[in-house]
Antibody
Framework: QVQLQESGPGLVKPSETLSLTCTVS????????WSWIRQPPGKGLEWIGF???????NYSPSLKSRITISVDKSKNQLTLKLISVTAADTAVYYC????????????WGRGALVTVSS | QTVVTQEPSLSVSPGGTVTLTCGLS?????????PSWIQQTPGQAPRTLIY???SRSYGVPDRFSGSILGNTAALTITGAQADDESDYYC??????????FGGGTKLTVL
């Protein structure tokens, strides 16, 4: 069974960079698409972007200028970097295995809460 | 800007049937948007129930079904149970690349 685990600092200062890692176990990261999704407290889900099995990326237009998503195949890890954070970036961040051109997500991590505050 | 619309809240009686819908602020939802439905119980990680319009994820009870109804995607729960009380999100595959979530439907079973 594929399992995903997000990890990273729970507190980030305004204007700094948020960095999260998603470790994939129970299967290889290589053949699949992988997405990051976030959920501000008390609000709905927001797609951030994906990393594809061909190495391409696609990002939400609203976040595109601040995001980098990458994959380390040797570690079976997905990473998210979000620069110049503000309080509006406070959220639970989820990684998910993305079904690519077939739409949707088939495995989700448990999520990591990141608070942006000085 | 693509806006995906869902009912903010719905209620259903135990054992009853309820249909949640997923539409677009402009245009119709079809199978080519590969609609997917996600369940989230408060404090829990999301769980995908339905993908590609009407395919159930492994382990999802058959009381959950997906379809296209008119110009929307739909999730129907037949024989609702107390533990179906959750938030439900649809997500669409837009313009061949982007994923866009609806605002979610809070389902109450009472």
């Amino acid at each position: 069974q594929v399992q995903l685990q997000e990890s990273g600092p729970g507190l980030v200062k305004p204007s700094e960079t948020l960095s999260l890692t998603c470790t994939v176990s129970g299967g290889s990261i290589s053949p699949y698409y992988w997405s990051w999704i976030r959920q501000p407290p008390g609000k709905g889900l927001e797609w951030i972007g994906f990393f594809s099995n061909s190495g391409s990326t696609n990002y939400s237009p609203s976040l595109k200028s601040r995001i980098t998503i990458s994959v380390d195949k040797s570690k079976n890890q997905l990473t998210l970097k979000l620069i110049s954070v503000t309080a509006a970036d406070t959220a639970v961040y989820y990684c998910a295995r993305d079904r690519g051109s077939n739409g949707g997500f088939d495995f989700w991590g448990r999520g990591a809460l990141v608070t942006v505050s000085s | 800007q693509t806006v995906v619309t869902q009912e903010p809240s719905l209620s259903v009686s135990p054992g009853g049937t309820v249909t949640l819908t997923c539409g677009l602020s402009s245009g119709s939802v079809s199978a080519s948007f590969y609609p997917s439905w996600i369940q989230q119980t408060p404090g829990q990680a999301p769980r995908t129930l339905i993908y590609t319009t009407n395919s159930r994820s492994y382990g999802v009870p058959d009381r959950f079904s997906g379809s296209i109804l008119g110009n929307t995607a739909a999730l129907t729960i037949t024989g609702a149970q107390a533990d179906d009380e959750s938030d439900y999100y649809c997500v669409l595959y837009v313009r061949g690349a982007f994923r866009v979530f609806g605002g979610g439907t809070k389902l109450t079973v009472l």
